[in-house]
């Protein structure tokens, strides 16, 4: 977590910054309950976003910033299958960072619009999770992955189960 290329994010995206902070650990979680490569999920949870603003910055490709980076191949493997189109979603792992990004993302968007007009009914986060992952199933993108329906199943009861972490993200 205090690796360099996260940390100095810390101060110059925080909204990046946080979305890989938060989707890392629903990643590690999840991966660690379902028994699948805990560290390859919390890399790819870091970084799934990280490693593209890395790109742009530098002008580089995602696998020569991991190669300069030493992140092991399956980390390298989950990071090109969240963001190039041409790789279509394999590994279990980057099934639940993908899942968790989108879970993510849309809470912390529903809670800065909700900052912002405080008149805003209470959202059911939980109700939330379990709508994102459903659209996500039924869009078909994860057809091609190794991740089998138990998975999934799983999946949905981790994140809308986590009532107390949706308050702590409120909060910050």
Partial sequence: QEYEMLAKYKT??????????HTAYFAEKTARILHMDVDVAKNGGYYHRI???????HDKTIEQICSENKFPPKAMALLQ?????????????TVVVYLADAVISSIMYLISKNEEDESKAQVDYGKLA????RRKIDSGIL??????L???????????????????????
């Fill in 143 to 148: 057809k091609d992955s190794d991740i089998s």
């Fill in 12 to 21: 110059a995206d925080k909204q990046l910054y946080y979305n890989a902070i």
């Fill in 130 to 133: 379990t709508a994102v992952i």
């Fill in 51 to 57: 490693i593209v603003s890395e790109c742009k910055k």
């Fill in 150 to 172: 138990r998975d999934l199943g799983g999946i949905e009861k981790i994140f809308t189960g986590e009532k107390l972490y949706y308050d702590f993200l409120r909060r910050e």
């Fill in 81 to 93: 299958e969240y963001n190039y189109k041409t790789h279509k979603m394999r590994m279990k792992e």
